[in-house]
C-alpha cells in the first residue's frame, strides 16, 4: 500500500468502513432476536471500549488519555452519555421495534436533521437545495413508515419509527456539540466510552437487564463493538485525514444502505419490502442533492 497515493490509501480505507458499516443493521437484526438493547449496548460497549484503549496504547498514546481525562473528564462524561449511551439505546431500541431495513434507512436522514439543526446553533443558513433535500428524505421516511399507504396514513409502528426519527436527532446533536471538543479524536472517543460504560451499566442494572442473558446473540454483540463502533471509526477517522477532498471519501457512505439492503437479505433473511426500496431511494436522493450543493 506504500506504493499508493494518499487519495488512494484514503478510498481504500473509507471504503473499509462503509463495508463494516453496511453489515451493522443484519448484526442489529440477529443479536437483538437473542438479546435486549440494553444488553447489547453493554456488550458491546465494553468490547469498542478494550479495542480503543488497546489501539491507544499500541500507539504510545496512554499517557495522553490519563491525563486527557484528568483534564476534561466533564466533556467526556458529557460526550459519553450522549454517544454511546443514549444514542445507541434509543437506535437499538428502533431496531428493536422495526424490521431492520426500516430502522437503518430512517437513521440516515440524520444528515437532514444535523443542517437544520445548524441554523440556530452554528449560525448557517439553508439554502434551497436542503429544503429539496429535506422534503426527498421525509417522503421516503414517510413511505417508509407507512409501508406505501400515505393515503391512509396507517403507521406500520409508530412508536418504532419515533425511535428512529429521534435517534437522528442525538445523532446530529452530538456531531453539532462535537465542533467544539477539543480533544484528539480516538483520545476522545476513547474517553466517551470509558466514561459511558458505567452509565450503560447502571441503567442495565437499574431496568434488571443482568437477571437473565441469552448467550446466542453474544458473538454479533462482539461483532458490533468491534467493527460499528470501533474499527470502522478508526478507518474512516483515517480516510479524512489522507484525503486532499473530504466529499470525495463522504460519497462512499451512498454505499452502505443499499449493501446493507443485501446482507439484510441474503444473511437476517429479513424480505425485503418494496416500500423500503422506494422510501430508501427517495433519502438517497435527497441526500445526494445535499451532499452535491455543499461540496460545490
Same mark, same amino acid.
Given at each position: 500500500?506504500?506504493?499508493?497515493?494518499?487519495?488512494?490509501?484514503?478510498?481504500?480505507?473509507? &471504503?473499509? #468502513?462503509?463495508?463494516?458499516?453496511?453489515?451493522?443493521?443484519?448484526?442489529?437484526?440477529?443479536?437483538?432476536?437473542?438479546?435486549?438493547?440494553?444488553?447489547?449496548?453493554?456488550? #458491546?460497549?465494553?468490547?469498542?471500549?478494550?479495542?480503543?484503549?488497546? &489501539?491507544?496504547?499500541?500507539?504510545?498514546?496512554? !499517557?495522553?488519555?490519563?491525563?486527557? !481525562?484528568?483534564?476534561? +473528564?466533564?466533556?467526556?462524561?458529557?460526550?459519553?452519555? /450522549?454517544?454511546?449511551?443514549?444514542?445507541?439505546?434509543?437506535?437499538?431500541?428502533?431496531?428493536?421495534?422495526?424490521?431492520?431495513?426500516?430502522?437503518?434507512?430512517?437513521?440516515?436522514? +440524520? $444528515?437532514?436533521?444535523?443542517?437544520?439543526? #445548524?441554523?440556530?446553533?452554528?449560525?448557517?443558513?439553508?439554502?434551497?437545495?436542503?429544503? *429539496?433535500?429535506?422534503?426527498?428524505?421525509?417522503?421516503?421516511?414517510?413511505? /417508509?413508515?407507512?409501508?406505501?399507504?400515505?393515503?391512509?396514513?396507517?403507521?406500520?409502528? =409508530?412508536?418504532?419509527? !419515533?425511535?428512529?426519527? %429521534?435517534?437522528?436527532?442525538?445523532?446530529?446533536?452530538?456531531? &453539532?456539540?462535537?465542533?467544539?471538543?477539543?480533544?484528539?479524536? &480516538?483520545?476522545?472517543?476513547?474517553?466517551?466510552?470509558? %466514561?459511558?460504560?458505567?452509565? /450503560?451499566? *447502571?441503567?442495565?442494572?437499574?431496568?434488571?437487564? %443482568?437477571?437473565? +442473558?441469552?448467550?446466542?446473540?453474544?458473538?454479533?454483540?462482539?461483532? *458490533?463493538? =468491534? %467493527?460499528?463502533?470501533?474499527?470502522?471509526?478508526?478507518? +474512516?477517522?483515517?480516510?479524512?485525514?489522507?484525503?486532499?477532498? $473530504?466529499?470525495?471519501?463522504?460519497?462512499?457512505?451512498?454505499?452502505?444502505?443499499?449493501?446493507?439492503?443485501?446482507?439484510?437479505?441474503?444473511?437476517?433473511?429479513?424480505?425485503?419490502?418494496?416500500?423500503?426500496? /422506494?422510501?430508501?431511494?427517495? *433519502?438517497?436522493?435527497?441526500?445526494?442533492?445535499?451532499?452535491?450543493?455543499?461540496?460545490?
Amino acid at each position: 500500500m506504500s506504493k499508493l497515493s494518499n487519495n488512494a490509501k484514503a478510498m481504500i480505507f473509507g &471504503l473499509g #468502513a462503509v463495508l463494516l458499516w453496511s453489515t451493522v443493521a443484519t448484526a442489529f437484526s440477529i443479536s437483538l432476536q437473542h438479546l435486549s438493547p440494553a444488553q447489547l449496548l453493554v456488550i #458491546a460497549s465494553a468490547v469498542s471500549l478494550i479495542f480503543l484503549l488497546a &489501539l491507544v496504547t499500541l500507539q504510545g498514546d496512554f !499517557a495522553s488519555l490519563r491525563e486527557e !481525562a484528568k483534564k476534561t +473528564w466533564r466533556s467526556s462524561l458529557f460526550f459519553g452519555a /450522549i454517544n454511546p449511551f443514549l444514542y445507541y439505546l434509543v437506535l437499538l431500541q428502533a431496531y428493536d421495534m422495526l424490521p431492520a431495513q426500516e430502522a437503518q434507512a430512517i437513521n440516515y436522514t +440524520w $444528515a437532514i436533521v444535523l443542517s437544520f439543526m #445548524a441554523v440556530p446553533i452554528l449560525k448557517q443558513r439553508l439554502k434551497g437545495t436542503d429544503y *429539496i433535500a429535506a422534503f426527498a428524505c421525509y417522503f421516503g421516511v414517510l413511505y /417508509i413508515a407507512t409501508r406505501g399507504a400515505i393515503s391512509d396514513l396507517e403507521f406500520s409502528n =409508530l412508536p418504532g419509527v !419515533a425511535f428512529a426519527l %429521534f435517534s437522528t436527532l442525538i445523532w446530529a446533536s452530538y456531531w &453539532l456539540f462535537n465542533t467544539k471538543d477539543t480533544r484528539p479524536s &480516538l483520545i476522545g472517543i476513547t474517553l466517551n466510552f470509558a %466514561f459511558a460504560l458505567p452509565l /450503560i451499566l *447502571i441503567y442495565a442494572a437499574f431496568t434488571g437487564e %443482568f437477571s437473565h +442473558w441469552n448467550t446466542q446473540g453474544l458473538w454479533s454483540a462482539v461483532y *458490533i463493538g =468491534l %467493527f460499528e463502533m470501533g474499527l470502522s471509526f478508526v478507518l +474512516w477517522n483515517q480516510a479524512l485525514k489522507l484525503t486532499d477532498k $473530504a466529499s470525495r471519501v463522504a460519497n462512499l457512505i451512498f454505499l452502505s444502505p443499499l449493501l446493507s439492503i443485501v446482507w439484510l437479505s441474503q444473511i437476517a433473511d429479513e424480505p425485503i419490502l418494496a416500500s423500503t426500496l /422506494i422510501g430508501l431511494g427517495c *433519502i438517497l436522493i435527497g441526500l445526494f442533492i445535499q451532499n452535491s450543493a455543499k461540496s460545490k
